[in-house]
């Protein structure tokens, strides 16, 4: 079983930058797509970034657009969710997702249903 570990989250005011992490626990698992979603407490979860894994295209929400930045490292099996000017709204617990349906140059998945492993979510809060 495909475990995924975040790391990075934290505390920081608004305007500033924070950078998440996510490792897989098994570095040559295939997979099509890795993202990150977002849940504030009472609302459903929902889509901020993905990236195919192969091919490096990538999709964004656009409330996040022109802010954060997804990338990965494939030596690692890393994946990484940059995420800089945050606002308040930003505000949320992270969770790294991996989309495990074999490889395809087309782009990744915004939709949740789509991601069959998830990590334990790291708690992100911008203060005003």
């Known amino acids: 079983q495909v475990q995924l570990v975040e790391s990075g989250g934290g505390l920081v005011q608004a305007g500033g930058s924070l950078r998440l992490s996510c490792a897989a626990s098994e570095r040559t698992f295939s997979r099509f797509a890795m993202g990150w979603f977002r849940q504030v407490s009472g609302k459903p979860r929902e889509f901020v970034a993905a990236?195919?894994?192969?091919?490096?295209?990538?999709r964004y929400a656009n409330s996040v657009l022109g802010r954060f930045t997804i990338s990965r490292d494939i030596a690692k099996s890393t994946v990484y969710l940059q995420m800089n000017s945050l606002k308040v709204e930003d505000t949320a617990i992270y969770y790294c997702a991996a989309d495990g349906r074999d490889p395809s140059p087309r782009p990744p998945s915004g939709n949740l249903n789509d991601y069959r492993y998830w990590g334990q979510g790291t708690q992100v809060t911008v203060s005003s």
């Open positions: 990236i195919n894994w192969s091919y490096g295209n990538i």
